[in-house]
């Protein structure tokens, strides 16, 4: 058999298990995705109604610490688990308390002939306060310090070792969910990073962060842009990790997959741009790609949540931002009634070729 005729047998069935393939996803996306929630084909963890419900009427820029305004964490409260050094300031003390130790489970550590104290629940001054009571009533402990002339109570140092009782979770589509200890730095990025990273089948637009809320109070889920923190530098959403904070990353299924394939849509909650004046006070002076495809912002904070106003400026002189280029030939303004993929063929440069 020629080989010519045999490379254009093996084109033709090539050509035909493309379009096959094609067809099948093309069958298999209309009639699962049109039922949401996966449809024919399993789908992968997804939001839950609640869920959707308070993220949708999160206010666009939540009033939270982000990684370039960043707080100081509240006083730490020791729980079991933590690890603790207890000593004296004076070095020249007679008395002392075991080396390192661990919070046992039901809150206490041991002190010596003083026995155990529970200190599980409270902050680390309130501790040195309680130890210091106890051994300054001991009578054997002050006469020994009067004869070794030192005078004044005996004061103690508490610190914190090893905080194991302070955690974070990452949960859902990353390589490897779980439990992670709260150092008081991290933000989104940083705990998905600690995570290994999104799984191949993430949600990339539906990434959560959701706080925990006391018993009867509001509940905080708020919306994560990934692909801005990681290829714009946005900061909008890269917040600063609390301790008990849950970052949950949902996961496609086959379904949703292939769905994502036929489908280029930007994230619905991440169309903001990041300006230096806030968010529905000055429109960035440079037109970004994402405007084509996302909807209008008219109204920031939905109706039933608290409107969160623009910071003052500080005092000083005012910088007017720089003004939008002037429209030419390389603009990538819109026409009147032009649809975005006429105006990229009207843009796009073409290169004639001749022999």
């Not at 963890?45 to 609640?50: A, H, M, S, V």
């Not at 990452?170 to 990273?197: F, N």
Request: net charge negative.
């Amino acid at each position: 058999m020629p080989a010519k005729f045999v490379g254009l047998v093996r084109k033709r069935t090539l050509r035909q298990v493309l379009n096959a393939f094609a067809l099948f996803a093309a069958v298999v996306g209309s009639a699962g995705c049109a039922t949401g929630g996966g449809g024919v084909l399993p789908s992968g963890q997804e939001l839950t109604p609640q869920t959707e419900h308070v993220l949708n009427h999160a206010p666009k820029i939540a009033p939270v610490a982000r990684e370039l305004c960043k707080t100081v964490p509240p006083s730490y409260i020791l729980e079991p688990g933590d690890a603790v050094l207890i000593e004296t300031v004076r070095f020249d003390s007679p008395l002392r308390f075991a080396a390192d130790q661990v919070i046992q489970p039901d809150g206490t550590v041991d002190l010596g002939k003083y026995g155990r104290i529970v200190v599980a629940g409270k902050r680390i001054e309130e501790v040195e306060i309680c130890i210091e009571d106890i051994v300054n009533a001991d009578a054997d402990l002050i006469a020994a310090l009067e004869e070794a002339n030192i005078e004044g109570p005996e004061r103690v140092n508490v610190r914190l070792i090893d905080p194991r009782g302070s955690q974070f979770y990452v949960l859902g589509a990353v390589s490897s969910p779980g439990a992670y200890p709260y150092a008081g730095r991290e933000t989104v990025l940083d705990a998905i990073l600690a995570a290994g990273g999104l799984a191949d089948n993430a949600r990339r637009c539906e990434i959560i962060l959701s706080r925990p809320s006391p018993i009867g109070e509001c509940r905080t889920v708020l919306p994560i842009c990934w692909d801005n923190i990681v290829q714009l530098g946005d900061t909008t959403t890269n917040y600063q990790i609390m301790p008990g904070d849950r970052v949950f990353v949902p996961a496609n299924g086959i379904c949703d997959t292939i769905c994502a394939a036929f489908k280029h849509d930007a994230c619905p909650r991440c169309c903001y741009p990041q300006c230096p004046a806030g968010y529905a006070s000055v429109r960035c002076p440079y037109p970004t790609s994402y405007d084509l495809s996302c909807p209008p912002y008219a109204e920031t904070c939905p109706t039933g949540t608290i409107s969160i106003g623009v910071p003052p400026a500080p005092a000083g002189p005012t910088i007017a931002p720089p003004a939008a280029p002037k429209p030419n030939g390389n603009d990538f303004s819109p026409e009147p009634n032009e649809s975005p993929l006429s105006m990229i063929w009207r843009k796009s440069p073409r290169v004639s070729m001749s022999r």
